[in-house]
């Protein structure tokens, strides 16, 4: 279960410290009831175990015996309400012996409160919890760690805003909770544990603050001991990744942060304490404290430097905090890290970035789940699902999507979730492409009204309507380009938001998947690209399923059925003619710097420089018959629509547009996009 090497590093740690709230063993030996640790420092709140349907073990994690439930009958209970608030730390070791379901470990049900559960209806997946509600179930749920003893923390952490799982001292997916976190018991009895489990425990500690993923490295694997002085740094306060607002850093940011004294004995006023913090593990930066006041077990005391921290670079950053206290007896919890800019998907500054909302634990065709990573805004609150932006993957589409489903919004209008941090501020040419289904009317005319919105930080400045409004745009998945240019160079937010467009009325659903944020590089002029033209066909798709837009280099595909319409569109300048050429596909047959390239043709002419065996297919210089529609209008836009005549099955032509570009009166290359006959 572990190697020897991990023995002998643990063998020579000091002990760690005493938790502040309750710590049990179960080392009492087979009989006993009474449990062996009780609430430091809360007289009376000792737990009790029962005397019925209960066992203990010998063998377990940790020490001699752990606790064993063999029915639904609760074993433990607190005799005393239970208040933990702001951070806390949920730890314990246990060994799952069975696979029923209803495996309720730490609960105040009754009370609305926490539930932690073990191995529920479903198999997420390897070592996953998930979190379901504002806060009410989380659930641990693996068939693979059956027979095996697993260590598990859950750390609620109210300065970052996000609860953490560890598996085996592994972090997993941080939640950003919206409900209350607080453990709070409402009457005697009512946290209790295992109820209706059959599994093997050993080791149950409740923290009052977050610890970090090296205390819990440190202390996951021994027995905990008090030490008489022993101080602590127990947070960093400051600067801290709080999603979504601060998300910028700048070159002189404040430190702070939170020492505790968690040893047995008082530590007198006056005492120094050596303070020191580093960025990225460089240089520390000392200061000396005189404590202002004596720190009686358990006593906090805020501290702040005078130094500040250059937190400029792009990135993940991390920020050491340590406080030396001379004879302190467990040093191993002197130093404090917090990860930001980057931690855990809050800052994404790799691109291209993609989002298909396949990788969230949890979901079925009947659940929607809040999205991991993103954040929901006007929650109505409660244990339901509706009227929030979740997860699902209740339609017949390839894998899970985001989805504003069972809206019914009164108050208020819309609702919204935010993407995790996107830094644009290596990114010149920012292009997003997304799809989204939003079909029909619910109740009569009213239907949804979708809108992609970005919000620059810091400030939290919305710019709505980036996108948007879009109504119903049929029973499809529809893509949709969106030129993000305008944010270059910011760290924003993509906001996605749906309002009923009747107030108070249901409207239907929305459901939007696949995200891909790129920067497109300025090329060699192919079009699509920004003041080049733009040229579609039967809503023609590349290899990528990517529809032609500024930024996306053809070739394209499209179809048509004999008799079907063969609909023409292009974007470009306004009022120019348009060339429609065709020829066989032939991608990047010669290249035109500034102007574009050709993709039909053969063989190059050596005199020309132009492919053999191009066709004029339309020329909007013409004036008369056909060639009279091939121009462009006022916005420079243009669709002309044809019937399919009785075409052969099979591959027909590859037809491309020229445009002229009136700025520079040169011409511009369109895409090239082949069409098909079924």
């Not at 209970?77 to 799952?96: C, N, R």
């Not at 012996?97 to 309720?104: D, E, F, T």
Request: proline content about 8%; glycine content about 12%.
């Amino acid at each position: 279960m572990r190697t020897l090497s991990v023995l002998l590093l643990l063998s020579a740690l000091i002990e760690a410290q005493v938790p502040e709230r309750l710590y049990l063993k179960f080392n009492e030996g087979s009989g006993v009831v009474t449990a062996d640790d009780s609430l430091l420092g809360m007289p009376g709140v000792s737990p009790v175990l029962s005397s019925a349907n209960n066992g203990f073990w010998w063998g377990s994690a940790l020490g001699p015996f752990c606790l064993v439930q063999y029915s639904g009958a609760p074993i433990c209970s607190l005799q005393a309400p239970l208040a933990v608030t702001g951070d806390w730390t949920i730890e314990f070791w246990f060994k799952q012996s069975a696979s029923s379901s209803n495996k309720s470990l730490f609960s105040d049900l009754s009370a609305g409160g926490f539930d932690l559960k073990i191995a529920g209806n479903t198999t997420v997946g390897p070592q996953d919890l998930r979190l379901l509600g504002s806060f009410g179930e989380l659930v641990i749920e693996d068939a693979a760690i059956t027979n095996a003893w697993v260590h598990v923390a859950i750390v609620n952490d109210t300065v970052e805003g996000t609860m953490r799982p560890y598996v085996n001292g592994q972090p997993g997916m941080p939640w950003l909770p919206t409900g209350s976190t607080d453990l709070v018991g409402v009457s005697p009895g009512y946290f209790r544990f295992p109820a209706k489990v059959d599994c093997l425990l050993d080791e149950f500690r409740i923290w009052d603050r977050a610890l970090s993923r090296a205390e819990i490295l440190a202390g996951m694997n021994t027995e905990l001991a008090a030490a008489a002085s022993d101080l602590l740094v127990s947070a960093v306060t400051s600067p801290v990744l709080v999603p979504p607002v601060t998300a910028i850093f700048g070159a002189a940011e404040a430190v702070s942060c939170e020492i505790m004294n968690v040893g047995t004995a008082t530590i007198a006023a006056g005492g120094a304490v050596m303070m020191s913090f580093s960025v990225n593990g460089g240089t520390a930066v000392s200061e000396v404290l005189s404590l202002p006041q004596s720190l009686t077990p358990g006593d906090r005391l805020a501290f702040t430097f005078a130094a500040t921290a250059d937190l400029s670079a792009l990135g993940p950053q991390t920020i050491t905090v340590s406080a030396q206290l001379a004879g302190d007896q467990n040093p191993g919890n002197d130093a404090r890290s917090r990860d930001f800019g980057g931690d855990n998907g809050f800052l994404i500054n790799v691109f291209p970035w993609s989002e298909d909302f396949d990788d969230f634990p949890g979901n079925s065709a009947a659940i929607v789940d809040r999205m991991p990573r993103w954040q929901q805004e006007n929650e109505p609150g409660g244990s339901g699902v509706s009227d929030v932006w979740g997860f699902s993957d209740s339609l017949s589409a390839p894998g899970d999507y985001a989805a504003a489903t069972g809206v019914a919004w009164n108050s208020p209008n819309y609702i919204a979730t935010r993407s995790p941090l996107l830094d644009l501020r290596g990114v010149s040419n920012p292009r997003l492409r997304f799809r989204i289904l939003s079909n029909g009317t619910v109740s009569g005319s009213n239907i949804s009204n979708f809108s992609l919105d970005v919000v620059s930080q810091p400030g939290d400045v919305i710019t709505f309507d980036v996108l948007g409004p879009l109504g119903s745009l049929g029973p499809n998945w529809v893509d949709q380009q969106v030129d993000l240019s305008a944010f270059a160079g910011q760290v924003v937010n993509i906001r996605l938001r749906v309002a009923p467009s009747i107030p108070g009325m249901t409207a239907n659903s929305v459901y939007v998947d696949d995200l891909l944020l790129t920067d497109h590089p300025v090329g060699n002029g192919q079009a699509p690209q920004p003041g080049l033209a733009v040229f579609d066909l039967n809503n023609a798709m590349n290899v990528g399923m990517n529809v032609p837009a500024y930024g996306e280099a053809g070739p394209y595909f499209a179809s048509v059925t004999p008799g079907g319409p063969l609909v023409f569109s292009f974007e470009g300048g306004a009022a120019q003619p348009i060339l429609l050429v065709n020829g066989p596909l032939n991608p990047v047959a010669a290249t035109f710097p500034g102007i574009g390239q050709l993709d039909v043709g053969g063989p190059v002419d050596p005199t020309t420089g132009i492919p053999i065996g191009i066709g004029i297919v339309f020329d909007g210089n013409q004036p008369g018959g056909l060639n009279g529609f091939f121009v462009t209008g006022p916005s420079g836009q243009s669709s002309f629509g044809l019937t399919t005549p009785p075409l052969p099955p099979g591959p027909l032509t590859t037809f491309q547009a020229v445009l002229r570009d009136p700025a520079t009166g040169l011409l511009v290359i369109g895409n090239a996009i082949e069409l098909t006959v079924n």
